[in-house]
């Protein structure tokens, strides 16, 4: 998130509070490195599916000052649908104007939405970073092996997951992850801090683990002010593309300019 002057905005995203792993720290019953190979490839295989799903997408930022009154908001909901032609993109169903005054949307922001919140851990990207085994834990009926992740080195412009992944000892997919995007920002004046957040994965097809809810609820600290930043994120409706399809960029296009969009009821 990118602070901008008191005259200007800033920016958004959220987090959500500390978290401790618990849980069984037994040796597994396969080498750590065996069970990273095998989930990284399984979620390499999730990511291309995934990519042949069409879903909608709801989010919802909310600001709070640091005594917690509360500012402005940003709300979007999309579809991820495809052209006639195979063409993956998303749509943009509903944007009213946005009233944030403390934070504002960042290109980083935008990237993150795609990318870190719903986070995949493919074998392409391993190198990138470097995971310590915690232990195993039993989330929501699912038995788990727990792993801290970071990244082993940043690269200017690109953005990374850092936090706790839970994958499923079965399916060997993620089903959890804890953590934020990374790296903040800060160049002068300029500052774009990122929250800490919750992501929950569904298995919704019988074969592959979905992320179905994000969630973040966390204090950004700039230089001059603390914005509390509460963000939902909500994936519905997943069905399968059955084509043969073009995978392209999603670049968010918005409705035809008709009539504007009310914001919502209080």
Do not use: C
């Not at 944007?95 to 504002?104: G, Q, Y």
């Amino acid at each position: 998130m990118k602070r901008i002057s008191m005259a200007s905005a800033i920016l958004w995203l959220a987090a959500v509070g500390g978290l401790a792993v618990g849980g069984d720290q037994a040796a597994p019953p396969l080498p750590v490195e065996e069970i990273i190979r095998r989930f990284a490839a399984k979620e390499t295989e999730f990511k291309k599916a995934r990519d042949n799903y069409t879903y909608k997408q709801s989010v919802e930022v909310r600001e709070f000052d640091a005594y917690g009154y509360p500012g402005g908001e940003f709300r979007r909901t999309s579809e991820i649908i495809f052209t006639p032609g195979g063409e993956r993109f998303e749509r943009i169903t509903y944007e009213p104007p946005a009233t944030l005054k403390m934070v504002s949307l960042s290109r980083e922001d935008i990237e993150d939405l795609e990318n870190i919140q719903p986070f995949v851990l493919t074998t392409e990207d391993l190198p990138k970073y470097t995971l310590d085994y915690r232990g195993r834990e039993h989330v929501d009926e699912i038995d788990t092996y727990v792993f801290q992740v970071t990244p082993r080195h940043i690269v200017q412009g690109q953005r990374y997951f850092e936090g706790l992944i839970w994958v499923d000892d079965l399916d060997l997919q993620i089903v959890k992850s804890y953590g934020k995007a990374v790296p903040d920002i800060r160049r002068g004046k300029q500052e774009n801090l990122f929250p800490r957040f919750e992501t929950y994965r569904e298995n919704i097809d019988g074969k592959y683990w979905f992320p179905t809810y994000t969630r973040a609820n966390d204090m950004l600290r700039f230089s001059n002010r603390e914005v509390r930043i509460r963000m939902t994120i909500r994936y519905s409706e997943y069905k399968q593309f059955k084509s043969t399809v073009k995978i392209i960029p999603i670049e968010p296009t918005k409705p035809a300019a008709t009539t504007p969009a009310r914001p919502p009821q209080k």
